[in-house]
């Protein structure tokens, strides 16, 4: 909505993972480099993870493009709360080895000789996990017993873990220890610093053309960074947020101003569905089925202090005005875009009904 205005050839701050958008802080660097160094070893495990929002997954799909597919079979394999037997089928359904109808043991002659056929053709196996934390103790222990395929004296199959933070948790636990001794490197991705979240901001305005418009004041970066916390996935949250209000409001800069009223917004958005559900409100008993449950809700919420005082502040931070003002800016830039849509239909008819009479004066 907001690139035209801004002079951008797209959407800058998209919170789909996207390589071309790759920014190599100095923790993102060095989580490339620990999966380089994976790759130069290859063999062992690789364990890398982050907060929710790091750039966990971009990271992952960023290695993904430099492999030479001439060199290297990678298979991506998002988990979820599977069981060890369907963790052997997602890994060979990842590198396409039929497995439809086969038990267990067939299961794993068939993966053993597709990597034993990869490595024949001079090729080596990659396997990337990503949301490693969702993974059972059992499927955890199924991929280490994948890593003891072997070839003479060479592995078949390289395997990157990569998680949240409470895989390296799962990662302690005593039923790990014979994974724990196959991990070659382990790092973990942190935030951003307020130095480079202000680069990375620019590096991603970069990506679509920005040319300085809209600019950014010194402050409002700050509070950029102090409400993302130098996660990127909220970073570009917020800042998409930003940049739709500037365009809304006709503005050419960001201001801390604008970052302190976005940041207000989203916060309300987040918080007050949970502040409505205090611990006092869930304690209290449960009211009779044949109550109209508008007007028992009602009641709850009138009864509660805290829900009430979260009410009162919404309602006073609802700015009736402002909004229309920003209803009314939409709304011109909707007409004058249908206008010119309109203008071009009609020429695009007059041409074809030129064309099919023969031209003017035939």
Known sequence: ?????????????????????????????????????????????????????????????SLLEKLDPKKIVAANLVSTQIDADDILRLVAAAFGIPSKHLNKSDLLLAIEA???????????????????????????????????????????????????????????????????QRVIASYHLGPLDLQETHAYIEHRLSCVGWKGNPSFDQEAMREIFNASQGIPRRINAICDRIMLGAFLGEQRRVSVDLVNQISAEMREEQVTPA??????????????????????DLQRLLANPEAAKVLAGAGAAFDTARFEERLAVLERTLSTTLNALGQLLKSAQQQATTSETGGPGK
Do not use: C, W
């Not at 072997?150 to 790990?176: C, K, N, T, W, Y």
């Not at 869930?282 to 007007?295: D, I, L, Q, T, Y």
């Open 275 to 296: 502040a409505l559900q205090t611990d006092s409100f869930a304690a209290r008993p449960a009211v009779s089925a044949e109550a109209p449950p508008a007007a028992i």
């Open 1 to 61: 909505m907001y690139e035209a205005y801004f002079g951008l050839r797209g959407k800058p701050f998209q919170l789909n993972p996207d390589p071309s958008f790759f920014y190599g802080s100095r923790g993102h660097r060095r989580a490339m480099a620990y999966l380089e160094y994976g790759l130069h070893q290859n063999e062992g495990f690789i364990v890398i993870t982050g907060e929710v929002g790091a750039g966990k997954t971009l990271l992952v799909r």
């Open 114 to 180: 597709f990597l034993v056929s990869t490595t024949a053709a001079g090729k080596r196996a990659l396997l990337i996990v990503d949301e490693a934390q969702n993974l059972t103790p059992q499927a955890v222990e199924e991929l280490r017993m994948l890593s003891n395929f072997q070839l003479e004296d060479h592995a078949l199959l390289q395997s990157f873990l990569v998680g949240q933070p409470e895989f390296r948790a799962i990662m302690q636990s005593p039923e790990m220890v014979q994974l724990r």
